[in-house]
């Protein structure tokens, strides 16, 4: 059984950085996707974020530039390397994993999903 567990979320100040991690359990981490999503209060859960299993990595409009996922095969976990944050970033913050080796930008494409982490971001 895969399992995912997120960390690193935290209240910041508009501008502002924050790193979330997310380690991987339960398979051969190398060999699949990961993908990063949010869910603001009231909205739906959106693509944030996803890494190739060869660490190509593929962006909302919304973030591209601002954010930066990432992976370290040895340590069996993907990152999320938020900078110049924005109030409009508040959001849970939630882990997934596809069974695929390539990015996938569909909530229904993924199988495995954390229990998220609190991103708060304040003006």
């Given amino acids: 059984?895969?399992?995912?567990?997120?960390?690193?979320?935290?209240s910041v100040q508009t501008g502002d950085s924050l790193r979330l991690s997310c380690a991987a359990?339960?398979?051969?981490?190398s060999n699949y996707a990961m993908g990063w999503f949010r869910q603001a209060p009231g909205k739906a859960r959106?693509?944030?974020?996803?890494?190739?299993?060869?660490?190509?990595p593929y962006y909302a409009d919304s973030v591209k530039g601002r954010f930066t996922i990432s992976r370290d095969n040895v340590k069996n976990t993907?990152?999320?390397?938020?900078?110049?944050l924005k109030p409009e970033d508040t959001a849970i913050y939630y882990c997934a994993a596809p069974d695929s080796r390539y990015s996938r930008i569909r909530e229904s494409?993924?199988?495995?999903?954390?229990?998220g982490t609190q991103v708060t971001?304040?003006?």
Avoid: H, K
């Fill in 78 to 84: 993907v990152y999320l390397q938020m900078s110049s």
């Fill in 46 to 56: 959106e693509f944030v974020a996803a890494i190739s299993w060869s660490g190509s």
């Fill in 121 to 123: 971001v304040s003006s």
């Fill in 25 to 29: 359990s339960g398979r051969t981490f």
């Fill in 1 to 10: 059984q895969v399992q995912l567990v997120e960390s690193g979320g935290g």
């Fill in 109 to 115: 494409e993924y199988n495995y999903w954390g229990q």
